[in-house]
């Protein structure tokens, strides 16, 4: 079966750095995505992955090692409006179709 | 936002009682799909359209029904809601030649007593 890992919890200092893992196992393989949702929200895009290394977008970062069937999202400088649930994904197939991860919800302290 | 709507945004309804959902877009995606959210197990894929008539089935579709007939409207259908049917339910569409970046709607509340 096709399946992404992920904590279910991170938490961290506002200002501080805090890495999000994501472990994955597809039957192909076609990247790694990542989508922020804020309580009562939507999931909006933050990054995507087709080949290994490190993806750079403001504050927020995404690495993926494809031999290792691992990717991360690093987010820097941290503010109390990054609270709020992470989700790794990838397509199942060419048409898009994205598997989820359970979230990853990051709680942001003063 | 990419216009995409959902209507309505939220909905109560008995078991056993036929329910559609609607996506609109205003930009004539050509890949649209409905999610499910349940707490402690992310999205998951109900069904997806590649265009107008042409849908399939995603990981949990049984239940569900889905139909497209013009590019802006994806309809989703629960013919006869169950309780294990109550969820936020997300519409979304793909930009053609994106970094397979999905755009959702704001969702759908279903609660089924």
């Known amino acids: 079966g096709q399946s992404l890992e992920q904590p279910s919890e991170v938490t961290a200092v506002e200002g501080a750095i805090v890495q999000i893992n994501c472990t994955y196992q597809t039957s192909g393989f076609y990247g790694l995505s990542w989508y922020q949702q804020h309580d009562g929200g939507a999931p909006t895009f933050l990054s995507y992955n087709a080949l290994d290394g490190l993806e750079e977008t403001g504050r927020f970062s995404s690495f993926l090692s494809r031999s290792d069937s691992y990717g991360y999202l690093l987010l820097q400088e941290l503010q109390m409006k990054d609270s709020a649930s992470y989700f790794c994904a990838a397509p199942m197939d060419s048409s898009y179709k994205l598997i989820f991860g359970s979230g990853t919800r990051l709680l942001v302290r003063p | 936002d990419a216009g995409i709507t959902q209507s309505p945004r939220h909905k109560v309804t008995e078991t056993g009682t036929p329910v559609t959902l609607r996506c609109h877009q205003t930009e004539n995606h050509r890949y649209m799909y409905w999610y499910r959210q349940d707490p402690g197990h992310g999205l998951r894929l109900i069904h997806y359209?590649?265009?107008?008539?042409?849908?399939d089935k995603g990981e949990v579709s049984d239940g569900y029904s889905v139909s497209r007939s013009k590019t802006e409207d994806f309809l989703l259908t629960l013919e006869s809601a169950t309780s294990s049917q109550t969820s936020v339910y997300f519409c979304a569409i793909r930009r053609s030649g994106g970094d397979n970046e999905q755009f959702f709607g704001p969702g759908t509340r279903l609660t089924v007593l």
């Open positions: 359209s590649y265009g107008v008539k042409d849908t």
